[in-house]
T-cell receptor, first 115, second 110 residues
Framework: GAGVSQTPSNKVTEKGKYVELRCDPI?????LYWYRQSLGQGPEFLIY????????DSGLPNDRFFAVRPEGSVSTLKIQRTERGDSAVYLC?????????????FGPGTRLTVT | EDQVTQSPEALRLQEGESSSLNCSYT??????LFWYRQDPGKGPEFLFT???AGEEKEKERLKATLTKKESFLHITAPKPEDSATYLC???????????FGAGTQVVVTP
């Protein structure tokens, strides 16, 4: 079946601009996670959705970052007033359940470059 | 504070030369330890989940083991296609939040 998809695959934007990154999870997966990965590092947790609600947004670095999942499927990560330090690969993952211990399946990521 | 440390940072192997990667962790109440493989420009690909000390899992040339403080990923008789970055992660809460190590970059030469 189809895996997690993310669009766009690459995004170049100027400092101060607004960007939206989209994630389409595996069909039927109720849990959705966003991570950010810098070069040479492992992914860093940003936010977790169970259904439509954000159950844990403790990883969002500041209030310029916001994410939504209005219908419990597709999610959008929104970054306002981008800064050069926001440059990274943004990864989305989905899982069939949000409680207990279940493997997460990752998308290919969106590479964000802020110039 | 939860912490995951992987070693070595990089590993260069000859084809057929077996080796092991280490993942040391500190977490209050392990709910699961995960191994992922990541190829350049791609997202992490799930390999294994381990839940309790003494547990082992195998897939082709890879074998993952778990103790109370660390996990090992053993690569037996590696092939060039095993070249990748291997990431270890621990689940740190009941929602499934993962904390990752920095990874071990493995290069297998023919």
């Amino acid at each position: 079946g189809a895996g997690v998809s993310q669009t766009p695959s690459n995004k170049v934007t100027e400092k101060g601009k607004y960007v939206e990154l989209r994630c389409d999870p595996i069909s039927g997966h109720t849990a959705l996670y966003w991570y950010r990965q810098s070069l040479g590092q492992g992914p860093e947790f940003l936010i977790y959705f169970q259904g439509t609600g954000a159950a844990d947004d403790s990883g969002l670095p500041n209030d310029r970052f916001f994410a939504v999942r209005p219908e419990g499927s597709v999610s959008t990560l929104k970054i306002q007033r981008t800064e050069r330090g926001d440059s990274a690969v943004y990864l989305c993952a989905s899982s069939p359940e949000g409680t207990g211990s279940y493997e997460q399946y990752f998308g290919p990521g969106t590479r964000l470059t802020v110039t | 504070e939860d912490q995951v440390t992987q070693s070595p940072e990089a590993l260069r192997l000859q084809e057929g030369e077996s080796s092991s990667l280490n993942c040391s962790y500190t977490v209050s109440g392990l709910r699961g330890l995960f191994w992922y493989r990541q190829d350049p420009g791609k997202g992490p690909e799930f390999l294994f989940t381990l839940y309790s000390a003494g547990e082992e899992k195998e897939k082709e040339r890879l074998k993952a083991t778990l103790t109370k403080k660390e996990s090992f990923l053993h690569i037996t008789a590696p092939k060039p296609e095993d070249s990748a970055t291997y990431l270890c992660a621990v689940q740190v809460d009941s929602w499934g939040k993962l904390q990752f190590g920095a990874g071990t970059q493995v290069v297998v030469t023919p």
